[in-house]
C-alpha cells in the first residue's frame, strides 16, 4: 500500500467511524429523547438528524454518484432553521432516511477507486481545480466527517 | 502536487482550519460563559477547554515532537470527569495554555515533511506498523481533528 492509497484509506476509516459512532448513539436514544433540543433554546436531536441526512445527501451530488435520495430534506435541514417548518417528518422516519443513506452511501463510496478521490467535486470548475487540486472527492469527505462530528457531539448530549 | 503531498496538505489544512474555528468561538465567550455547563449535569465549558489542550498535548508526544507543556493536565482534565479535581487552572489561564500550545504546535507540525507523516507514530510498535502502515503521525492528526470537532459542537452551544 502506497502512501496515497493509505492516506485514501484512513479518511474512509474516517468517515465510517463517524457514521458507526453516530448511529450507536442514535440507537441509545428513544425517539422521545431526539424531539428535545440538545440544551436550552438549541437545536431539537430530530432537526439534527434530519440536518445530517440533508447535508449527506447532498454529497451523493458532489460526489457525482447520482442523485439525491430525500432531496425534500433541503428545504426544513438545511435551508430553515429548527422549528421554521412546520411539516417535518418524523424521527422513525427519519431513522429510517438515516439508515438507507448509509446503506446507498457506502456502497458507492466503496465503488470509487483510489484515483477517483483524488478527481475534482462536482462544485468546483475545471479551471479553479487545475489549480486548485485538494477540491477534489476525497477533501468532501474530510470535511464532512468533521461536520459529522460536530454534530455527533450535541445529539450525544440528548443521553 | 502529487496525491500524498494534497493529501498532507487536505488533512492539515482541516486541522488548522478546526483550531482556528474553535479559536474564533472560544474569543466570542466570555469566561463566565465558559464556566457554565454546556447542557443541564453536562461537561463546563472550562472542563472542555482543558481538554483540549491536554489532549494536544499528548498530540505533541505522538508526534514525536517533545515533550508536552502541560503535563499537569493530564489528571483533571483526561483521567477525571468534570468537577472530579477541586483545584484546576481557571479560564484565563488555560486559554493562555490554548493559545501557547497552538502556537508551539503549529510551528513543530510545519517542520514535518510529507515523508514525516507516514512514519508511524509514538504508540504503535515497529512491528505493528508493519502490518498496519496506516498508524502513523498523519492519523493521529485525522483522529484528533474529529475529536476536536465533536467538543467544539458543543462548546458553542455556550453562545
Redesign the interface.
Known amino acids: 500500500?502506497?502512501?496515497?492509497e493509505?492516506?485514501?484509506?484512513?479518511?474512509l476509516?474516517?468517515w465510517f467511524g463517524?457514521i458507526k459512532n453516530c448511529n450507536s448513539i442514535l440507537e441509545s436514544l428513544t425517539d422521545e429523547q431526539l424531539e428535545k433540543e440538545?440544551?436550552?433554546n438549541?437545536n431539537r436531536g430530530i432537526y439534527l438528524l434530519g440536518h445530517l441526512v440533508a447535508v449527506h445527501d447532498d454529497l451523493i451530488k458532489l460526489l457525482d454518484l447520482g442523485d439525491k435520495l430525500f432531496p425534500e430534506l433541503f428545504e426544513p435541514f438545511i435551508k430553515s432553521p429548527d422549528r421554521a417548518v412546520a411539516e417535518i417528518p418524523t424521527v422513525t422516519a427519519l431513522r429510517g432516511f438515516w439508515s438507507k443513506q448509509n446503506e446507498v452511501l457506502s456502497a458507492k463510496i466503496n465503488c470509487l477507486s483510489?484515483e477517483d478521490w483524488?478527481q475534482k467535486h462536482t462544485a468546483v470548475s475545471a479551471e479553479d481545480f487545475a489549480k486548485e487540486?485538494?477540491r477534489?472527492k476525497?477533501?468532501i469527505i474530510?470535511?464532512r466527517?468533521?461536520?459529522l462530528?460536530?454534530?455527533?457531539?450535541?445529539i450525544v448530549?440528548l443521553k
Chains 1, 2 share one sequence.
Open positions: 500500500m502506497n502512501t496515497t493509505t492516506s485514501v484509506k484512513m479518511v476509516d474516517r463517524s440538545i440544551a436550552p438549541k483510489v483524488f487540486p485538494h477534489n476525497l477533501n474530510i470535511t466527517t468533521s461536520h462530528q460536530y454534530h455527533t457531539g450535541q448530549l
